[in-house]
């Protein structure tokens, strides 16, 4: 956290949840901001969708303006904390993911069955979130919730994910992913082949700041826990 001018910066740069950015942790970031306006700069490809949950409305509740800015990905949980900005804008090489939540659960029929059903009370939350602040029709975003869809920048500001353009530098003009996205069945070619060549380099000049936890870490532990929600 950064605060300047009447400006506190926020840098959220890492999964969401006890893997990387909890709300709890968020939480005490934000007790301490003072500032009339929130820049909250965002490169995360989500994670825990109760703590993205509580991370928007604790955004949505504070006092100051909140500008976000999608810096590399805003994918999952973190395409719905970033719906909390009062402005959103987003990188020219910069994409949002938008998917329904996923889980792990053991058990009988019944358990599986009140599972479901909470999944799908979750994705309907997710969708009414997203609905309101882009203006779509909620079962348009279901759609496309069920399709995991990944938008682009200008994707995200025509359907109104993002409120406009942030110009980048030629040297910064192809998109960078600092996660491993393997996970996603639809992850864009650009965000694909650009991983590769960051792996493939000895010392990467990141568009932002690199994360040191891979999404991996987050399939890993949902598979060894029982009732982890992400999105």
């Known amino acids: 956290m950064e605060a300047r001018a009447g400006v506190t910066e926020i840098t959220l740069y890492d999964e969401i949840g006890r893997w990387g950015v909890s709300a709890k ?4 970031v934000l007790d301490r901001v003072e500032t009339d306006q929130i820049v909250l700069n965002i490169n995360s490809p989500g994670g825990d969708v109760f703590d993205g949950v509580a ?3 604790d955004l949505l509740a504070h006092k100051s ?3 976000v800015r999608v810096t590399g990905l805003a994918a999952s949980a973190a395409s719905l904390i970033a719906m909390a900005g009062d402005e959103i804008e987003i990188a020219e090489n910069a994409f949002f993911m938008i998917h ?4 792990i659960a053991i058990g009988d029929s019944r358990e599986l069955t009140a599972r479901a059903k909470l999944l799908k009370t979750i994705d309907g939350k997710m969708a009414d979130t997203y609905a309101h602040r882009t203006g779509q029709d909620a079962a348009d ?7 995991e869809t990944w938008l682009t920048a200008d994707d995200a500001v ?10 980048t530098d030629d040297e910064e003009a192809e998109a960078r992913a600092s996660f491993d996205l393997a996970p996603f069945k639809n992850v ?10 960051t792996r493939s ?6 568009l932002a700041p690199v994360a040191h936890t891979d999404f991996s870490s987050l399939v890993a532990a949902l598979n060894s826990l029982h009732g982890v929600i992400a999105a």
């Open 25 to 28: 942790m968020f939480r005490a």
């Open 55 to 57: 991370i928007y409305n």
């Open 65 to 67: 303006s909140v500008v």
């Open 100 to 103: 329904n939540a996923w889980s």
């Open 141 to 147: 975003i279901k759609q496309q919730m069920d399709d």
């Open 158 to 167: 025509d359907l109104g994910f993002a409120d406009k353009l942030i110009d």
């Open 188 to 197: 864009p070619r650009a965000l694909v082949n650009a991983r590769r060549k």
């Open 201 to 206: 380099k000895e010392a990467p000049a990141p």
